[in-house]
């Protein structure tokens, strides 16, 4: 099992398109980074993205990322500490 941190970040629907380009970039930024698709929930887009604990924290850069790409109508959560793979 892998440690992990992991963020919901929540967006509104009319603003999917942005957030899918953000996190294509993001993706390519940082190597092992999961991105999924959660249901969406009160007209707002949700995604649960992970990214694997290595030597170095690579999440607390995205958080700044995320807020600057987003502005206030972006919501993000975390990071949340886990372990890839538990139930």
């Known amino acids: ?3 992990e941190f992991s963020f919901t970040l929540t ?5 999917e398109s942005a ?12 190597p092992g980074v ?5 249901p969406d929930r009160k007209n707002c887009a949700r995604y649960y993205i ?3 604990q290595l030597g170095s924290r690579p999440d607390l850069s ?6 600057t790409a987003g502005g206030a109508s972006w ?3 975390g990071p949340n500490h886990g372990r890839w793979g538990l139930v």
């Open 34 to 38: 999961r991105v999924s698709r959660k």
């Open 62 to 67: 995205f958080q700044q990322e995320c807020l």
């Open 1 to 3: 099992m892998e440690r």
């Open 11 to 15: 967006v509104p629907q009319e603003e």
């Open 19 to 30: 957030a899918d380009r953000f996190l294509a970039e993001t993706r390519k930024r940082y």
């Open 75 to 77: 919501e993000l959560f």
């Open 50 to 52: 992970s990214f694997p």
